[in-house]
Nanobody
């Protein structure tokens, strides 16, 4: 019932930064966690980051920890992914998703924990 639309992707040089946005519509978030995944060329979809309803709990893939920051604004129904110090290996289509349950009830790194997905926004990082 939730529709998600990502934006903010583009072409950036290594070491640069981007902020991805995810706008939700059709239904409130409730108490559900939200996450970001990515799907790069020649790779399977992989977990990037997740955040709880309040924003008080977050998790990150080891490959992005310390560089990426996930946040949410429930009043605006927005989720963000700030990406700093981008690397060529970050090149991928990035997808936001709404989890099926609260953060504490799921393994947020698993795609099967999420019920709704956006169409993705492309991030290309050049060397």
């Amino acid at each position: 019932q939730v529709q998600l639309v990502e934006s903010g992707g583009g072409l950036v040089q290594a070491g640069g930064s981007l902020r991805l946005s995810c706008a939700a519509s059709g239904r409130t978030f409730g108490s559900y966690a939200m996450g970001w995944f990515r799907h790069g060329p020649g790779k399977e979809r992989e977990f990037v980051a997740a955040v709880s309803w309040t924003g008080g709990s977050t998790s990150y893939a080891d490959s992005v920890k310390g560089r990426f920051t996930i946040s949410r604004d429930n009043a605006q129904k927005m989720v963000y992914l700030r990406m700093n110090d981008l690397k060529p290996e970050d090149t991928a289509a990035y997808y936001c998703a709404v989890a099926r349950y609260a953060y504490s009830m799921i393994d947020s790194s698993l795609a099967t924990a999420y019920a709704s997905w956006g169409q993705g926004t492309q991030v290309n990082v050049s060397s």
